[in-house]
């Protein structure tokens, strides 16, 4: 009896709007976009790795950094995506893409500002404690990235878009063909192979750069095809609506402002972890290069559930979004909570991967925080989903302050812990791990308020 009615409870939960089959098919495509940004990650510090660790280590304070100064604008103009899903929801597919053109133009007003951080690269690396070949090759990585960021904004404002409307196998397989590109192209820059010059870490920054290039152009050749300019107008789509421009602003600046808080206290972390010295700034890569493989799939679960949330709020249905969070827990859950699984038996395998098999004290120190980091992957998971049904439905103000004061908070711990207590990496480690807990139990108390079902946007 007890078995039969746990089987009909998951064939109901299947079922229906908001229901795991609904979610599977518009996450699906966009998870598996979000692993192929993290096969392109993982390969970049992999090979880098057969370098040097510093190279490897370059590859992340330098493209995070690199990230962190797109970041305010990006969690901006990703919010296209609940936009354009409210939009939908009111069968106002004109308006959805409006939204869009709003974000291009914005992110044509953005990207020069970003140049002018350029000059001031290797100062804010020395800055942070770094020296010698680290400084110059991380660097080298960051100002290669950061020129090209017109490219990553007009990526995000397109790929929002798509998912905002319930296109994600457009998503999808524009950034498959990426991959297939930059995989080979990395390794041929890196190492010099195919008649190509050997670049090291300046031809993965370019392999980057390129493969992202192509990405744009097959997300715009989409945009501009005939059936979207039928049905949503997309050639009319980029001028000013003061309206929608508004609309955007209002929703999409709390998001920024949540991410680049986010990103940046994550970015400092690092960094400041990376003081601790060559060891712990290798065993940190090699950590987050396998954690990555839960992380970033998770987001698209997340995206789906913005895209999905947002849709079902503009039709006036609340519900059906509280739905959809609930069932994409169980999916997120079940992915993060076997894959730590899997890290925690395998830890030491995992880490030796990056030490060309060897045991020594970098991938000893990386298997003991990868099996430390197991046991705050499925809180990270209530977190990506909670704050995904949030952003749908425009609850900004707390997710922002929230996020403030766990990741600078963890910053300024690390810090203390390290340069005044000199505590262990490890122990270091631990305290990021409980206040990661904590920012999950805190989401899901904020989304059980119901607070967010009050908020409009349109």
């Keep these: ?22 979610l599977l098919i518009q996450a699906t495509p966009i998870i598996i976009t979000q692993s192929s940004d993290t096969i392109l990650m993982f390969t970049d510090r992999y090979l880098l790795a057969g370098k040097s660790p510093i190279d490897m280590a370059a590859a992340l304070s330098g493209g995070l950094t690199s990230f962190l100064t797109v970041t305010l604008f990006f969690g901006l103009l990703s919010q296209v995506n609940a936009l354009s899903g409210q939009f939908t929801g009111k069968k106002s597919p004109i308006e959805a893409s409006l939204a869009a053109g709003q974000g291009i133009m914005l992110a044509c007003l953005f990207a020069p500002c970003l ?43 397109l790929a929002s878009f798509f998912s905002g409307i319930g296109k994600p196998m457009i998503i999808m397989q524009s950034a498959l063909i990426g991959v297939v590109i930059n995989i080979p192209l990395t390794y041929a820059l890196i190492f010099g192979k195919w008649n190509l010059p050997e670049l090291g870490i300046v031809g993965a920054a370019w392999a980057t750069v390129i493969s992202s290039f192509i ?33 955007l602003l209002k929703l999409g600046l709390p998001a920024g402002l949540e991410f680049l808080l986010q990103l940046s206290g994550f970015n400092f972390f690092i960094l400041i972890f990376a003081s601790a010295g060559p060891t712990a700034a290798a065993a940190i890569t090699i950590t987050f290069s396998w954690e990555l493989l839960s992380y970033l799939p998770m987001t698209g679960i997340q995206i789906a559930v913005i895209a999905l949330s947002a ?6 249905k609340t519900e059906l979004a509280e739905r959809t969070s609930y069932n994409a827990l169980k999916i997120a859950m079940l992915y993060s909570g076997t894959l730590a699984i899997i890290f925690f038996i395998f830890a ?22 990868l099996r430390i980091a ?7 998971a209530i977190h990506l989903v909670y704050a995904g049904i949030l952003k749908g439905a425009g609850d900004l103000i707390y997710p922002t302050c929230l996020t403030f004061f766990i990741f600078w908070g963890a910053c300024i711990l690390a810090y203390i812990e390290i340069n005044i207590l000199e505590l262990s990496p490890i122990k270091v480690w631990w305290s990021f791990t409980i206040l990661i807990i904590a920012i999950g139990i805190l989401y899901y108390q904020r989304f059980r308020t119901g607070i967010w079902k009050t908020k409009k946007i349109i």
């Design 1 to 22: 009896m007890i078995y039969r009615n746990f089987v009909e409870a998951q064939k109901k939960s299947w079922r229906g709007p908001g229901g795991i089959k609904v």
């Design 115 to 157: 140049y002018l951080t350029l000059p001031f690269a290797k100062n804010f690396f020395s800055f942070c404690g770094h020296e010698g070949r680290l400084l110059h090759l991380e660097t080298q990585y960051y100002q290669i990235l950061v020129s090209a960021h017109i490219i990553t904004l007009l990526r995000c404002v």
């Design 348 to 369: 030491p395998n995992l880490a030796s991967a990056f030490t060309n098999g060897e045991l020594n004290e970098t991938s000893q120190m990386a298997s003991t925080m």
């Design 311 to 316: 849709k079902y709020i503009g039709m006036g």
């Design 374 to 380: 197991c046991v705050y992957m499925t809180f990270d």
């Design 215 to 247: 990405v744009l152009c097959i997300l715009i050749y989409y945009y501009f095809s005939h059936h979207y300019r039928e049905s949503h107008k997309t050639h009319l789509s980029i001028r000013y609506n003061p309206d929608i421009m508004r609309a």
